[in-house]
């Protein structure tokens, strides 16, 4: 694609509250404790605020399902990537790096504790890992689970260790330690968040996307108005739809010259941002779904 068709994308969801007359609702549990029922509402925004694409599903559904879709999908091509901790994930960090995606993600508090616990240990190939005192790790047990790998040492590693007391409680007979299959990633990424670039972007991203949510709510999507997730997504792609017309027409009323905070946005014009996948598309069928 052309230069001019790269992007910057922001994705980010949020609960949408149901009207009280659905009755397919799912619950949505925090802690195993009930706090409501809810749908989510996935958004892809790019930088200037035009929605590129969207997707409803409910609460019980893991946040980052929707996003590859919905960067297949968009019309231009992303380049970069901004997204809360809730897509902090090895898998999905992984499949960006193979598209080509430099993504501005922070990791996760667990993410951050288990690097803080293995803290000195060092990859060294894809099948050993090195402690402090220098001592070799063998890659044993794959955890499905957890994604994970787990490294033990040798019991006579243990016996003959320097670091034995601060290293192991007394009645261990040697160290294992546990990795993420998708720890290079997670390495990359804490290189990448470090950086000042990484907190302009995250800047960048909450004054955004939290624009893009004020203007749904004030077209009234902060409660649906329909029944079903598939009616629920067709409302959210004309509230999507006339909050792209909205924007559009905004940037369109205002001249050309002068700072350039009042220029349109660069996109491959402003009629594909209204007729993005996921809004303009699915107008048959949201019409269709209302009885």
């Known amino acids: 694609m052309a230069a001019a068709d790269k992007e910057n994308g922001i994705f980010a969801t949020r609960e949408v509250t149901p009207s009280p007359r659905g009755p397919r609702k799912r619950i949505r549990l925090v ?47 992303v380049r970069i990537l901004t ?17 080509g995606i430099e993504a501005h993600i922070p990791l996760h508090t667990r993410h951050i504790e288990n690097r803080r616990r293995r803290e000195g240990f060092r990859l060294r190939g894809p099948r050993e890992l090195v402690c402090p005192a220098g001592k070799t790790l063998k890659r044993s047990t794959y955890y499905k689970r957890d994604e994970a790998w787990l490294y033990a040492a040798r019991v006579n590693d243990r016996r003959a260790c320097p670091r034995r007391p601060q290293c192991l409680p007394p009645c261990s007979k040697r160290r294992f330690v ?38 749904l709510d004030r077209l009234g999507f902060r409660r649906t108005r ?26 369109m009323s205002r001249p050309h010259e002068g ?11 402003i009629v594909h941002a209204v007729h993005a996948p996921g809004v303009g598309r699915k107008l048959a069928e949201a019409f269709s779904a209302v009885p």
């Not at 605020?49 to 997707?55: C, D």
């Not at 897509?87 to 999905?92: D, I, Q, V």
């Not at 009616?231 to 792209?244: D, G, M, P, Y």
């Open 259 to 269: 700072a350039a905070s009042s220029r349109p946005p660069r996109l491959p014009g």
């Open 31 to 77: 802690g195993g404790k009930f706090v409501g029922m809810s749908y989510r509402q996935h958004i892809l925004v790019e930088d200037h605020g035009f929605i590129l694409g969207q997707r409803m599903t409910h609460s019980t559904a893991r946040e980052a399902e929707p996003l590859l879709e919905l960067l297949s999908e968009a019309p231009v091509r």
């Open 226 to 251: 329909r029944r079903g997730l598939g009616r629920v997504q067709a409302e959210s792609s004309i509230v999507a739809f006339v909050h792209n017309v909205l924007k559009a027409t905004r940037h």
């Open 178 to 215: 546990q990795l993420s299959e998708y720890e290079p990633e997670f390495d990359r990424s804490t290189e990448t968040n470090a950086t000042v670039r990484h907190r302009r972007l995250t800047r960048r991203r909450k004054t955004v996307i939290e624009g893009v949510f004020a203007r």
């Open 83 to 99: 997204a809360d901790t809730g897509y902090s994930l090895g898998m999905l960090g992984r499949e960006l790096e193979s598209r």
